[in-house]
């Protein structure tokens, strides 16, 4: 089947803006997880999911950034009242099973923030 | 303060040298992955290491994990063009089950 897709791809939004980036996981994984990626470094964790629960949230940065996932699929990452700080590379992974160390994750291509 | 540390940073390099590139932290892991990213893609996963002073190789790609699982290796032998890339090497974090941190990345470029 096809592999995990975000969109969009590429978001432009003015500071103070509501930003809202999806994630569409491949089917039937259990696990989805969000990365915040600055230019030339690794992802950072945000936040992570088993189905519709969120498990761990700590790597939200601020109580502007909003994930859900009501259904146990698709993801929503929200930013509200956009900074420019928050320009990066929104990265999704899905993995098919819960959160132990040796599962793969697979990685969408991203939604690549700007924020002016 | 960085939980992977890797070294180096950038990496420019011609068709057909070798090259290593270092993982480290004061850490101890149970596993460790190697992810390689190009641009404008997501993180693609190359191997899992899981015990201390195992080797994997992966056709030019030789990956070791540490003895004390602290630390890794990714070395290239014959780097080609296609070898361009982030190499990020990642691990679950050793004190939550769901945080998986990822290294600070070692940008290689290979020219032909």
């Known amino acids: 089947g096809a592999g995990v897709s975000q969109s969009p791809r590429y978001k432009v939004a003015k500071r103070g803006q509501d930003v809202a980036l999806r994630c569409d996981p491949i089917s039937g994984h259990v696990s989805l997880f969000w990365y915040q990626q600055a230019l030339g470094q690794g992802p950072e964790f945000l936040t992570y999911?088993?189905?519709?629960?969120?498990?761990?949230k700590s790597g939200l940065p601020s109580d502007r950034f909003f994930a859900e996932r009501p259904e146990g699929s698709v993801s929503t990452l929200k930013i509200q009242r956009t900074q420019q700080e928050d320009s990066a590379v929104y990265l999704c992974?899905?993995?098919?099973?819960?959160?132990?160390?040796?599962?793969?994750?697979?990685f969408g291509a991203g939604t690549r923030l700007s924020v002016l | 303060t960085q939980l992977l540390e890797q070294s180096p940073q950038f990496l420019s390099i011609q068709e057909g040298e070798n090259l290593t590139v270092y993982c480290n932290s004061s850490s101890v892991f149970s596993s460790l992955q190697w992810y390689r990213q190009e641009p404008g893609e997501g993180p693609v996963l190359l191997v899992t290491v899981v015990t201390g002073g195992e080797v994997k190789k992966l056709k030019r790609l030789t990956f070791q994990f540490g003895d004390a699982r602290k630390d890794s290796s990714l070395h290239i032998t014959a780097a080609q063009p296609g070898d361009t890339g982030l190499y990020l090497c990642a691990a679950m974090s050793p004190n939550t089950g769901n945080q998986f941190y990822f290294g600070t990345g070692t940008s290689l470029t290979v020219i032909p």
């Open positions: 992974a899905s993995s098919p099973t819960g959160g132990a160390p040796k599962n793969i994750q697979y």
């Open positions: 999911f088993q189905n519709e629960a969120q498990l761990d």
